[in-house]
């Protein structure tokens, strides 16, 4: 019954790429997944972004955003900046180290995703895509 429930499947899938990602970052950039997704979050981001929306982005709690943050700041790839519009929160800018991170991760974050995906034709990807998005919206429209 478990291995054919729906949410489990996609949960044990999608536990399964983080894992293999995680390895991958870990080994090549000393960065865990939540490191990774700020990094990413912030370079898409140029005028700096707060750990609040980062954690509304990548539906990270606030712990988790911030321990992340505390680490990429401690390591120099990340800087707080003053909020000028709320004075009780920062924004998070990717130092000149952090971009450089985010420029050499890139590549290597494409090729796994290839990896990944490379058994499937460009319109299984395309529908599996749209299936992911269909199913966020449902979740977060409440329809269920």
Not at 14 to 33: D, K, M, P, Q
Not at 55 to 80: E, P
Request: aromatic letters at 6%; glycine letters at 4%; a neutral charge.
């Amino acid at each position: 019954m478990l291995d054919k429930f729906l949410p489990y499947r996609l949960s044990f899938t999608t536990n399964l790429v983080s894992e293999t990602v995680a390895s991958a970052y870990e080994a090549l950039f000393g960065l865990r997944i939540p490191e990774w997704r700020l990094i990413a979050v912030v370079a898409e981001n140029p005028e700096g972004i707060t750990q609040q929306a980062i954690g509304l982005k990548t539906r990270m709690d606030k712990v988790t955003v911030s321990r992340a943050a505390a680490s990429l700041i401690d390591r120099h790839l990340l800087a707080r900046q003053p909020h000028r519009a709320d004075q009780r929160s920062h924004l998070l800018t990717l130092t000149p180290a952090g971009h450089e991170l985010y420029r050499a991760i890139v590549p290597k974050a494409l090729e796994l995703e290839h990896r990944i995906f490379s058994r499937f034709s460009e319109n299984e990807i395309a529908q599996f895509e749209s299936m992911l998005r269909r199913i966020d919206e449902i979740v977060l429209d409440g329809a269920i």
